[in-house]
C-alpha cells in the first residue's frame, strides 16, 4: 500500500516538541529508515502531521525506539486545532530492535495528526518511520 505521510507526498511535520540538528522530525517522514527524530528526556513528546489535504486514513504504522504509550489525535480543520482521540496504545519493549507497531482505524478522516509520546521506557525514545494507509 502507499505511505502518504512521506515528505515527497506533501507531508510536513508542522511541530515537534523537541528537536535536534542532528535528528531532526523531518526524518520520521523522509522513508529511510535509517534516519530518526530524537527526543529529550522529558514526556509528554509530541510531534504533528500536515497533509495537502483531508484524507482518509485507515492505518497507521510507527517504527520506534522505547516508546511505551502513545496517544494518536486527529483534527479536520485547516488548522492544527480541535484533536479528538483516534487511538491509544501501549507498545511492547524490544531489545536491541525498532518497536514496529500498526494501528488499524475505521477510515477517519484527518488534515492533522497529532502523536503524543505519553511514556518511555527510556529518557529517550526515537521515531524512525511513520506510515499512513487509506
Known amino acids: 500500500m502507499l505511505n502518504t505521510a512521506l515528505n515527497s507526498f506533501g507531508a510536513q511535520v ?14 520520521m517522514i523522509d522513508g529511510n529508515m535509517e534516519t530518526f527524530w530524537l527526543s529529550t528526556g522529558i514526556f509528554p513528546q509530541e510531534f504533528i502531521i500536515r497533509f495537502p489535504d ?28 480541535d484533536f ?17 507497531n500498526e494501528i488499524s482505524l475505521d477510515c477517519s478522516n484527518a488534515t ?18 511513520v506510515g499512513i494507509q487509506a
Open 14 to 27: 508542522l511541530f515537534a516538541t523537541s528537536s535536534d540538528e542532528n535528528y531532526p522530525p523531518e526524518r
Open 54 to 81: 483531508n484524507m482518509k486514513i485507515s492505518v497507521i504504522s510507527i517504527h520506534s525506539f522505547n516508546i511505551k504509550r502513545l496517544r494518536i489525535e486527529q483534527s479536520t480543520n485547516e488548522e492544527a486545532e
Open 84 to 100: 479528538k482521540v483516534m487511538a491509544e496504545k501501549e507498545f511492547e519493549q524490544t531489545e536491541g530492535s525498532l518497536q514496529t
Open 112 to 129: 492533522h495528526l497529532r502523536f503524543l509520546i505519553l511514556s518511555g521506557y527510556d529518557h529517550f525514545v526515537s521515531v524512525h518511520k
